[in-house]
């Protein structure tokens, strides 16, 4: 193994490796199972571990692999053209995605925040499954890592528009689906409680 | 400042807790929730949501995982 070689793989496995916890919670929104989750993450860091020189050291380092991420994911899952990104949600107006009402019968606020803080994980977890995947990813980008709507612009390859619609959209399309549950459940916080 | 009614701040809500807001909205909704207790309880709602959604990813990748893509890196690196 030459010295060059070495160095590179030291570099990567310094640098790229220690993100492997974000980029699985991220490979488990796309996938939505851990074992297809961890062939995205082996094929993405394979990927950026190969296209390693090209990555201008500086920059953000997640983003690039996150975004390396979408396009694997879609190469290897999907076989989706990209100018069909935009799906048929996108197209619907405000009104027919629902309220995002909210998710007990009880008006009260502090009601409604306590009912939510109590839904068990697995519950939103299935939410997220279910709402459409393009959604999903910046509702995940957004909330749980955090990146700000041009970084999530750039790692999904939409408009910052876009990312900011599907935020609002998917928002409202898992509060809809978690309210469905919670009804189902016939979950009530104790009325009067505020 | 521009005067918002409580939709356009409830409209905002994602913005503003995700610092995607700037001068001169910011202060317009900074304003508004100061004085709204209806504004102010629909962004603790969606904070709490917010975090019920951090809570809930919270899947940690296994150790094997991680040798089989360092094993992966290797081999790549022998084809090189």
């Known amino acids: 193994m030459s010295q060059e070689k070495s160095e590179k793989l030291r570099s990567f496995e310094q640098q790229a490796l220690p993100l492997m916890p974000q980029l699985y919670g991220a490979a488990l929104r796309w996938t939505r199972n851990p074992s297809d989750a961890e062939d995205l993450v082996q094929e993405t860091f394979s990927k950026a571990f190969v296209a ?22 879609i190469n290897l899952y999907n076989k989706r053209n990209k100018d069909q990104a935009k799906t048929a949600l996108d197209d619907l107006e405000d009104w027919q995605i629902g309220k995002g009402e909210s998710i007990t ?37 957004a909330v749980v890592e955090g990146l700000p709507y041009a970084e999530i612009a750039d790692v999904m390859g939409t408009p910052v ?27 009530r916080v104790e009325a009067g409680k505020e | 400042m521009k005067h918002l009614d409580c939709e356009e701040v409830k409209q905002s809500v994602h913005e503003y807790l995700h610092s995607e807001l700037h001068e001169p909205e910011l202060d317009s909704v ?15 709602i969606e904070i709490v949501f917010n975090q019920v959604i951090q809570r809930s990813c919270d899947e940690a990748p296994t150790q094997e995982l991680a040798e089989r893509v360092m094993q992966r890196l290797r081999e790549i690196q022998d084809h090189d």
């Open chain 1, 105 to 141: 019968s009880i008006s009260t606020r502090s009601a409604e925040a306590e009912a939510m803080d109590n839904l068990p994980s697995g519950v939103i977890k299935e939410a997220l499954d279910q709402i459409p995947e393009e959604f999903r990813m910046v509702v995940y980008y």
């Open chain 1, 52 to 73: 390693w020189a090209k990555f201008e050291q500086g920059t953000n380092l997640k983003a690039w692999l996150f975004r390396i991420m979408t396009n694997t994911h």
């Open chain 2, 30 to 44: 900074t304003a508004h929730l100061a004085n709204c207790d209806s504004c102010e309880q629909h962004y603790d």
């Open chain 1, 161 to 187: 528009g876009t990312v900011m619609s599907r935020l609002h959209r998917g928002k409202k399309l898992l509060k809809t689906l978690l309210s469905d549950y919670a009804s189902q459940e016939g979950y």
